[in-house]
């Protein structure tokens, strides 16, 4: 380690916001990045699962399905 | 003049459009499917369907301006000529400009040729007035003018009645019979039956149900 | 009778866009008078200073003619992709290149050219040294067509779209940039006792490529808007 | 060779080998960037002439360099999309749209930080950064074309051709800007160049760089995945999925 103390690590000789904050900035965008898409995915399985529950509970009744 | 001497020789062989297999769906409901069918020179045949049976979307299809979201193939043997919903007439321009425009690409007429076409759909007098002061039915007129001069032997017509009176139904009618009689074909969308004594035969989208069609259908 | 030739077919269609303009001539002095009100807005906006408007006026003279040409793009096929003469010219057995290109051959005519012939008057206005106009002219000749060819694409992109105004801005000003970079450069370079032939030569090897490659651009996109 | 090529256009398929191929390629990507971020923030020397601030240095080019081919990427696969009128390239191409965006705004934030300290100012019309800005320009471009048309087929083409326009006009673009910026602005103020990069801090970088590139490809496929589940959810294989 080039640093010899977590402190001095953090400041790094007074660039320290800007270099820790530019890497948080860019973990922030790249994690939103990953994330989303996972999140997004969840949604839309749990609203095709819903139509799906929704088309069998028809189709139970009154095999109406075709009509949805 | 008329489209006789030119058409007949040029289609002698074959169809002059095929259709394998077309289907269609548009916001998740299907319009049609498995649509097979050939036009052949003297055929007539009339599209049928409810508004939104996807009439206009086959003669897209048919014309290739829908080129992609549809199932199936086309070929087209023969140059085509197709009139849709708008009448790609330039208010800025007079009738007898705007016919010169629309016939441009399919050859070089005299000017006494598109004043006798525009003459036969009824809009003698009318060759130089600026056409914002026409009404949409002679606009449509203007458009129709263009099948008087036509070499095309191929017509997709989406639904050339609308806006016509009467008397213009029944000459645009006796058109298309002498144009199929001399070698042509016609495809057509339209609500109202042709009284014409001549076969015509029907594509019913709604029931996928197909009249006169069968020398034609399925090769 | 035949099908008539290629350069008969672009010739019909290069007149017959060339009287519709004419025939609303308000549409034609439109950019011109936008060109004129924003140059009349810059010394509202930096002060009247003469120094610093000649300073600037290379760079405010482009721009203008950069968002003039912006201003007028989206019309190039709106008008007749409504009205059904666009599928009509599709459906045509004429070659689209072709078409294409007198469609914005017709359109940098009646914008591109006018404001080209007219900006000595704008320059003149702005301060700018009389011996760098020859070069502001012919720098916005080529840069112009550069422009129309571009905004071109855009506006065939677009064309299909009801909100379409705002968007091709977005689209295509990235695709402004060098020619604004490059025609500013050359007034400048003229500005400051240099020889712009060079910056001219790049212009023109710009709209060279253009030429051969926007018109495919737009066919492509002209096929999309139609199919939409 | 063809049966690979039919297979790529078959949405399950698809599904299924993005899938698996996440499961590994995720984690891995995760432990790369953590190691080269550490491996950069504290393992390595400081700058001799820029001190610290420079560490930024291996997120700003990693992000910029593959934020460009990124473009590269969306356009290979508009062309693909464009002549063999391939659904699953259609659906590539849209899904890279937004990670090269995210990307190129790291670039471009970075970039910014960086100035502070370097220069004083948080932005400098430098040649690299205005050029990061218009590829911003252009990305957003494609992915306002794509929402404004409601045909999400027609949607695909229109932005196929953009991005092959965008294709040929970036070079002119760089170039231009780089032309641009060597006219008006003297050269005192350099980024240290590629070239004269010592080996310690080299490693670090070359590691962030294909870290980077294996983030995209991760965020591409999760993407692409949920694009495929939207498009095929009529389908009977998504209802089964969703089902189980």
Known sequence: ?68 | MSVAGHSGAAVAAGSLLQARGLGLERGGRELFCDLSFAVRPGHLLQVEGANGAGKTSLLRILAGLSRYGFSGQVERAAPLLYLGHHSAVKAMLSPRENLAWHIAGEGSYRADEIDTALAQVGLYGYEDVPSHTLSAGQHRRVNLARLYLSRSPLWLLDEPFTAIDRDGVAALEALLVRHAQQGGAVVLTSHQRLSVSYPVARLDLRAGLKEGLSEGAHT | MSAPGLLAFCGRLLRRQLVLALRRPVDIGNPLLFFAMVVALFPLGLGPAPAALAGFAPGILWIIALLANLLTADNLFRGDFEDGSLEQLLLSPQPLYLSVLAYVLAQWLVTGLLLAVLSPLFALMLGLPGAAVPTLVASLLLGTAVLSLVGGIGAALTVGLKRGGMLIALLILPFYMPVLIFGSAAVQAVVGGMPAASHLAILGAMLCLSVALAPLAISAALRISIDA | MWSFFHKLGSPPWLYRITGSILRWLLPLTLIALAVGAVWGLLFTAPDFRQGNSYRIIYIHVPSAVVALAGYYVMAFAGAISLIWKMKMADVAMKSCAPVGAALTFIALVTGAIWGKPTWGTWWVWDARITSMLILLFLYLGVIALYEAFDNKEAAGKACAVLTLVGTVNIPIIYKSVDWWYSLHQPASIKFTGESSIDPSMLYPLLLMIGSFYALFTCALLMNMRLEILRRESRTGWVRKLVGA
Not at chain 1, 50 to 63: S, T, V
Request: aromatic residues 8%.
């Open chain 1, 1 to 68: 380690m080039y640093f010899d103390s977590l402190h001095a690590a953090l400041a790094m000789e007074g660039h320290g916001p800007f270099v820790w904050g530019a890497y948080a900035i860019t973990a922030l965008v790249l994690l939103t990045l990953l994330v989303s898409p996972v999140l997004r995915a969840r949604r839309l399985r749990r609203e095709l699962a819903g139509d799906i529950r929704r088309r069998e509970a028809a189709a139970g009744e009154g095999g109406y399905a075709s009509r949805t």
